[in-house]
């Protein structure tokens, strides 16, 4: 059967949009999390929200059996925020969950189904020890043949940064630089769970003399991130500052059809694009320095919207390891194969470059609390394109943004993109 162009059958709108802050947080759970970004969506939708028009809820979560021994939560989410009987479901797609959440909005709104959605992301992550986390994060690859041969997070992505290296000629330098850029945006955002590298140096600094231990003596960030005291190998060459960390939090959007968006906002953010597409397991990839379904998901998202990856103003990318935005980075277009990693050292990608990749922090700095990124990405974008984002606001108009969340090490892609007119 000839395929055809896919589109969606009517336009989709996003009216608000909210977070709660992303770190750890022993004296909160996962419902308080959720209630804390639904507060703050409420308070953003400029014209008001009443609850009752709320039709249904998705709710994008990677692991709460493993990680609270809870599964079911999206009826338990839809009551604490008030929202019951409404129909609420889980979405899973390992770290894609929230972005495939999303999708499932758009789609249930583009259908003609309904006319307004809740689409929310979280994870509660971090009350557990890290070597548990671990477990469970590897419980994403394939169990069968990725993690009995010793496989986990850090250790696939470092396969994937080593493949690229080798391929490509890329330094370790190149990703630390990624780690530097994403450090200096998530210090401007409220919501961040880390700060900036220079910041984390001070502290050090003052932390040593106060103890009256040596005192380290790092000329610059570089000096800083190369220090393996500082900035130990998790699995080579990714170090810590190479890695997101373990990470609460929750995130919501609120969509709505095109048609009816004027009675939430004079200044509603439409999506245009949205692709999704899936891989085999690392281990079957013909490659492993690009994500296959990233080109995919990208592709139909750009076909959809009409637009191409040079039309796009900013772009919040799945950086769970820094490796993972230099692919991303080419995976969308944005340069070509093999020079996301030098387009990254020669600040192409920073807040004031020509192609601002991740000015909330991304996963890295901002945090990754799995099921919420997906759903965080949007939350930026919404804010920057309403000109909302305070001191990490791009020096430019953002008439198009982008949004790309990966589920595991590639095993799913999910791409939207978005326009204000
Ligand atoms: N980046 C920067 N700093 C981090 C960090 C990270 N990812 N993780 C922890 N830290 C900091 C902590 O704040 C703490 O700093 P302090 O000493 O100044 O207080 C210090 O490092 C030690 O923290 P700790 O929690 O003991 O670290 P850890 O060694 O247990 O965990 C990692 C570090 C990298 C192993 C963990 O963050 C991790 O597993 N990340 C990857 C998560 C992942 O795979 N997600 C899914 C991706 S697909």
Redesign the pocket.
Known sequence: MPTRKRKLGRGVALVGAGMSKFGAFKDKNSRELMVEAYQELQKNVDKGLNPKDIQALYEGNGSSDLFENQIHTAPIMASWLGLVPIAATRVEDA?ASGGVALRQGVIAIASGLYDVVLVTGVEKMADLP?DK??DI?AAASDVVYEAPAGFT??GLYAAMATAYMAKYGATPEDFMRVGIKNHSNGALNPKAQ?GSISDLMKSRVARAKEKGQPVPTWKDEMDFMRDPAANPV?AWPMR??D????SDGAACALLVAEDIARNFTDEPIHIIGSGQASDHALHERASLSSVYAAQLAGREAYEMAGVKPADIRIAEVHD?FTIAEVMATEDLGFFAPGKGAACASEGYTKRDGPKPINTSGGLKSKG?P?GASGVGQVVEVWSQMRKKAGPRQVPVDVPLALTHNVG?TGGTCAVHIFERR
């Open positions: 770290c890290t986390v671990t994060l997070f850090p880390f998790v810590l500052f890695c997101s960390p373990i769970c990754h799995v595991a």
